[in-house]
Each structure stands twice: as C-alpha cells, then as structure tokens.
C-alpha cells in the first residue's frame, strides 16, 4: 500500500471562519489531547530528540497517557529513536492518520509518511501546511501529554505550531557549551516573543566520565547551562551527563529508560519527566 | 556580480543539526588560509549564525561601500616577512607565525542589533536575505569561498543553490562537503542531503565524520560517544568520497571559547606528530596572544585537516 501522500487527499483547508481579522490562525485546541509541551532549541545537535523520546517513555512508566509528535519536517528523527522505520500509519474512517505505538508511547512523524532517504526540500508555504496537518488531522486517543520534538531554527514550523496551538510551555535543551547557549538564548526569546510559558531549561551532554578510569571531563564546558538559568532566572530542569550508552541505545531503536531503566542515565530523565510533571500541575 | 571574482565556491552542509558544519567551515577556511589561499566565508544560517563568534569577530559591524557590503576582515595576508603591531613593535605570536592568506567573512550576526535576537522569520524573508548576501556582498578577488548552512533542506537551501546556479559559473562551483557524527539519526538525514545534492546537481566532494571519538586526556581511552563507523559505511553505500573521521578535541573548544592556545599532555602525539605540551602553566596574557590562524596550527585537528584540505585541493585545482 502507498504511503498516504502528505497533502490534498488528507489535507481539508480551514474555513475563512477560522482566522481572525488579521488573517493569522486561530490557535485551537488538538482534539483527544490535553496538555501540549515542546521540546526545543534553537541550536542544532544538543539532543532534543533524545530527550523528548526519554521523555516521553518516562511519563510512559510514570502511568501518564502520553504521546510524542515529531515536528521536524527535513530530519525527522523519531522514527529511528522509537524503532519505527519504515513503518506507515493508517487513516481511520475519517481520513485522519493513526498514530503508531513504541513501548507505550502513541507516535507520529512525518519520517512515516517519506521514504526515508528523500530530501524534503520543501519552501516555508509547503512546511506549513504540512505542519497543519501533523497537527490537526492526526487522530490521538485521549492523551494527557503531547510533547512536541522541535527542529532547530528559529522559522516557520516554531512560528506555525505557537500561532495554532496552545502550549502548556516549552523546555529548552541546551549543551554547556557558549556556542550552543547562544541559540538556545534565541529559542528562548522566540517563546516569550509568542507568550509560550518558559518551564525550564534541560544541561545535556554535561559532564562524561571515561568508563576506563573514571575521570570526569567537561568536554562541552562546565555548566554553561545552569549559569544561564540564573542569568535569566528560569529553572534548571534536569541534567543529563554525556554517555555513550544513551546514544548507541538511541540508535538502536531502544532509548535509555527502556534499555536501562535503572541506570542513572534513566534516572536523570526520570527526575527530568517529574520536574516538567510539577511544573504543568501533571497528576 | 559579487561572486564574478570568486574562484571556487564550496557549499558546507549537513542534513542534521549540531554535527559540527560551523566548526568544520572555520577549520577548513583556516587551513585554506594556512596554505596561503585568500578565502571568504558566508554564514547563511539565518536563525543561528555561529561563524563570527567562532573567528573571534562578534562585535565587529559590517561597512557599506557604495557597490555593496563590505565583509568582515578576520586576518589579513601574512607573507613571511615579520609582522608588526599597531605601534610597530615585533607583535608577540606566541612562537607561531605562519604564511596565511587573508580571511574575512559575512554573517547575519553582524547585522542584528543584540547577539540574543532570536530572527523568526519565514521563507520568503530568508530566500530574500540570502539572495542580497550573494549578491551585494563586495568580496572582491577572492581563491575560495566557503558557505556555511544551517541544517536540513529548506528555504535557505534551495535559495542558495538556485541563486548559485544562476549567478555563478559551472567552474566556479567546485561542489560540497558534507558533514556527519557516526550516529544513525545523524546518518539518516545525511542521507537526504546528499540526495538532495544529487537531485540539484551539486557536486558532492565528500563526507567528513566529525565528533568520532573522545581520547579521554588521562588515559588515553578512546571512547565513541556518539556511536561508530557510521560515515565510512554510508559514504560506501552512497558512493562519494570519504574524507576522514575528527574527534572530538575539548581543546579546539577552548580555542574557540576562551582564546587560549591548545596545549596537550606530556606525551600527547598525534598522526606522528608530538603536540605542545603544558610543561609549565603559561600566562593568561601568553596563552591567548597571537591570531587564531596561529593559535590554530597547534591544535591535534590541524594536521587532520590538513590532510583533508590537501585531499579537496588535488580535486578541486587538479
């Protein structure tokens, strides 16, 4: 069976109605599903993917109905991180596409619907309407949490997804590193510019210690995160140290709370999962 | 036309983000530059320019000429005779001066008011900001110009490359390189790329694995943190030429961040070569004099690169 084609057969154009007198979108609410938090920053690579999926899986273990939406139009990770490649989801009676299941957790992606080696060279109108779609017309079962994996940037899919939903807040991934702060600074901009509550910022890939000797090293600074969370008085969610076991199970399709659910890299996601939990009033 | 002077234009890309494309394109215009190439680089990643804080350049502000903008100098030609300071005296080089061309860039980040502006715009904003910086930018005469891109494959990337294929000669388009980690999410947008390259006919010159590999500085225990292998395999299935792996060197990292010149453990030797050693703990002062280029010859990812470089040289200017 053909992959359903992203655009015209599912996608049904808002009403005139729906927009207010600006022509911007109204932002509505995403049937089934109650509080929505995005996983972002604006720098590339610090691990928003990994995070949201560790996320993700530990609301999945905490009892919370959870699912994750993929919002990365041209490199759609979560596929790969939840074991779901090549997969395609169904349409239910309605013509709405139906979220795939990994280990608990309800999932869509754009990476289901293109073959995965396609370049999605697509200009902002395209993204947009895609990003419509990935929104409105994905078919959840009720659902407490959607967390959303944001790409990088500062663009159309961050400006369409905070003018059509309401997000619950938004947590900033970020490496020590002053590079990596520098844009993340800008993703946290973005989201007060938009009125997207600030929960908190999340020091990935903090400090490794060789598994050989048990030296530790600051490979990407020291806790450049934290100092600027109090830079700008916002929480320091979590922190995640650099391990290579988080990514070599990310890659094998079984995030770190599944593979090793009593390591300490999963206890650091789960610490990071209660926190957001408090922050957003979560049972 | 801007580029008119320009002889080889090369595109630095990546499917995913955070592998390292800024860090690469720095190195790659420093070796250039090392072996006395004149080189321009472009950042056109709109909503993260990281380049002009990776050449030491943030709080510089950008000329207007009456043709166009100006690009920022970074270091100007060094031909082997002595460089002075400002005052004429011998300036301090830290023991590294070296031949180099001369270096300047151009970036958004030189025109935004506040280096914590986040710029949210849309497509056609971005497609228009790239289309003026390659065309009202005076580079002048020019050996390469390198381009550094943000990740993925959108408006910035078409713009580029339409407006390229347009405005810039079939010789003067020397091609791509394309950069990676050795993790399988990395892997698999890289391979959109280099799709996404054949289907517009850029010229793939070849893929570097970056971020391969942390030598832990006290015992010498490489250890993968992000995943193996993962280039050289995708680089054979694909077909394209693979440039080599780079680990990961805190120490570039304290370059870029603090100034400081690399210093390396009793013993440290790498690709044959033994590294500057921190016998003695030098002065805040002594450690970050001199110019990046030099600082830069003393970091273990320099003769990676130079090899590299040589590689892309033989290819593009056989």
């Not at chain 1, 947009?128 to 990935?134: D, F, I, R, S």
């Not at chain 2, 990292?253 to 440290?268: A, D, H, S």
Request: glycine share 10%; hydrophobic share 40%.
């Amino acid at each position: 069976m053909a992959p359903p084609s992203v655009l015209p057969a599912c996608f049904t154009p808002r009403p005139a109605t729906e927009t207010n007198v600006l022509g911007l979108p109204e932002k509505r609410p995403i049937t089934n599903v109650g509080k929505v938090v995005a996983v972002s920053s604006a720098k590339g690579g610090v691990g928003k993917s990994t995070v949201a999926v560790n996320l993700a899986l530990a609301a999945a273990r905490q009892g919370i109905t959870i699912g994750i939406l993929d919002t990365d139009i041209y490199g759609p990770s979560i596929p790969t991180l939840l074991n779901l490649e090549g997969m395609e989801p169904d349409l239910d009676p309605n013509n709405r596409l139906l979220p795939l299941t990994a280990y608990g957790v309800k999932a869509m992606s754009i990476g289901f619907l293109i073959p995965q080696d396609s370049p999605v060279a697509w200009r902002g109108l395209m993204v947009q309407k895609a990003m419509n779609q990935l929104l409105f017309e994905v078919s959840w079962p009720k659902l407490d949490l959607l967390i959303l994996d944001m790409p990088p940037g500062t663009g159309d899919v961050q400006l369409t997804i905070t003018q059509s939903i309401e997000l619950a807040g938004a947590v900033i991934v970020s490496t020590p590193q002053d590079l990596a702060l520098r844009d993340a600074v800008r993703g946290v901009d973005l989201f007060k510019k938009v009125g997207v509550p600030i929960l908190g910022m999340v020091q990935n890939m903090s400090t490794f210690t060789c598994t050989n000797c048990g030296h530790h090293h600051d490979i990407f600074g020291l806790d450049g995160v934290r100092k600027k969370c109090d830079e700008l008085g916002i929480n320091l969610l979590g922190d995640v140290p650099l391990h290579a076991r988080i990514c070599h199970d990310a890659d094998a399709g079984k995030p770190t709370v599944v593979a090793d659910p009593d390591g300490p890299q999963a206890q650091a996601f789960r610490d990071l999962m209660e926190a957001v939990g408090e922050t957003i009033g979560l049972p | 036309m801007s580029l008119k002077d320009v002889k080889h234009i090369v595109l630095v890309l990546s499917g995913k983000g955070g592998v390292g494309k800024s860090s690469v394109t720095t190195q790659l215009a420093l070796t250039l530059s090392l072996k006395g190439h004149s080189v321009g680089v472009l950042d056109v990643d709109l909503t993260g320019p990281s380049i002009p804080r990776f050449f030491g350049i943030e709080n510089e502000k950008v000329r207007q000429a009456p043709g166009g903008w100006i690009p920022v100098p970074v270091h100007a030609a060094q031909n082997g005779h002595g460089r002075t300071n400002g005052n004429g005296d011998a300036a301090h080089t830290n023991g590294l001066a070296k031949v180099h061309g001369s270096l300047a860039c151009m970036s958004l980040g030189f025109l935004l008011g506040d280096r914590g502006d986040a710029v949210v715009w849309r497509g056609p904003k971005k497609t228009a900001m790239v289309r003026q910086f390659l065309s009202d930018v005076l580079w002048g005469s020019l050996d390469y110009l390198l381009i550094d891109t943000p990740p993925g494959t959108s408006d910035e990337h078409i713009s580029l490359v339409e407006t390229l294929l347009k405005e810039a000669t079939l010789e003067q388009m020397a091609g791509a390189v394309i950069v990676t980690t050795p993790q399988a999410i990395s892997i698999s947008d890289v391979k959109k790329e280099i799709n996404f390259c054949r289907k517009t006919g850029v010229n793939i010159l070849g893929v570097i694995e970056n971020m391969a590999g942390f030598v832990c500085p006290n015992c010498s225990e490489c250890t993968n943190v992000f995943s193996k292998g993962g280039g050289q395999v995708m680089a054979q299935e694909f077909d394209v030429p693979f440039m080599g792996s780079l680990p990961i060197d805190p120490m570039f990292i304290r370059l870029i961040e603090e100034g400081k010149k690399p210093v390396y453990p009793e013993g440290t030797v790498i690709d044959g070569q033994a590294m500057q050693t921190n016998g003695h703990a030098d002065s805040d002062e002594a450690e970050t004099a001199g110019l990046l280029v030099e600082k830069y010859t003393a970091c273990s990812l320099y003769p990676l690169f130079d090899g590299m470089v040589t590689q892309l040289l033989s290819k593009i200017e056989p």
